[in-house]
């Protein structure tokens, strides 16, 4: 029996797509493991000069002074006092508004909503810093006498703004995809709307809530141009909102722009202070990934 040569020409073509495909996927691994070679080998030398304990518990952070020290507390508080205060200004407010859009707004003001959330996530991060500085900045010193022109106050507020966005827009998708036979049983027992949304709608999304809130989160404790050009770089031990601040990212940023020996000890600390960004970020990735799937085990009963 003779096979069709289009059938043979349809096999080949499947093999070689899964041979290019495969390769493409060692080949990105490949890179993410030698990134990760690179990070670990460059923190390792820095803990060979500098001890793990005095790094983790230092309250003075100079590595390009005369006198360096290395204590990476103020870098922590200050991601810390930004992420806090980006929190307070767009959690209550995102999770009210993805509410309503879900669960009250009409379905054409839901779907242009949507179209506005996802413009707005995508503006550049840096049009938020120029305006912390040129907008936000004068409109805060007449609210809050005293406010420094660099301070974790304004790129707090900025910072919440900017992520508030995609927070709604994620709270959104997450509150609509609970199954409408929630909300039916629930008025099926007499409940009405506001009974139906706090009492069977939101206790099932909790959990993919949680997950978009570390999220955001992630995205607060990663941003840099905000903090960089409104911030102060000046990295203060202490919560002290209404001062100057850096953050890890911001001094990623300043170490970058700067001249180090490749091989003095603050070209590694640059390392090492990353090594700690990226196992924050991973922790919290790790969270949020366990609190969606517990979301989706929920939905799907």
Not at 115 to 134: H, K, M, N, Q
Not at 178 to 195: F, H, T
Not at 239 to 258: K, R, Y
Request: glycine fraction near 8%.
């Amino acid at each position: 029996m003779r096979i069709p040569e289009g059938s043979i020409r349809n096999k080949l073509s499947d093999r070689l797509t899964g041979i290019i495909l495969f390769l493409a996927v060692c080949l990105a691994g490949l890179v993410s493991l030698c990134m990760l070679g690179i990070l670990c080998l460059h923190t390792f030398e820095f803990f060979i000069q500098i001890s793990l304990f005095d790094f983790f518990t230092g309250t003075v952070w100079n590595p390009l002074f005369t006198e360096k020290q290395f204590g990476v507390l103020p870098l922590l508080t200050g991601t810390c006092s930004v992420v806090f205060i980006a929190a307070l200004v767009s959690v209550g407010p995102g999770f009210l508004i993805s509410v309503y859009l879900s669960e009250y707004s009409s379905e054409s003001f839901r779907e242009t909503m949507r179209l506005v959330l996802e413009v707005l996530s995508g503006i550049p991060t840096v049009v938020f810093g120029f305006l912390a500085l040129f907008w936000a900045t004068p409109v805060l010193k007449a609210i809050v006498p005293g406010l420094p022109p660099f301070s974790a106050f304004t790129v707090g507020i900025m910072t919440g703004l900017m992520i508030l966005p995609m927070l709604i827009y994620l709270s959104e998708a997450i509150i609509s995809s609970v199954p409408d036979r929630y909300r039916d049983a629930s008025r099926a027992l007499g409940a009405n709307r506001m009974q139906t949304l706090f009492r069977s709608v939101l206790p099932t999304a909790f959990p993919g809530l949680l997950s978009v809130f570390f999220l955001v989160i992630i995205r607060a404790v990663g941003e840099t141009m905000i903090v960089a050009v409104a911030g102060g770089q000046q990295a203060e031990f202490g919560f002290d909102i209404l001062a100057p601040v850096q953050t890890m990212t911001a001094f990623i940023i300043q170490v970058s722009l700067g001249d180090m020996a490749p091989d003095s000890v603050e070209y590694h600390g640059a390392f090492a202070v990353t090594a700690v960004l990226v196992l924050t970020t991973v922790a919290l990735s790790i969270i949020s990934r366990h609190l969606h799937k517990t979301f989706t085990r929920r939905i799907r009963g």
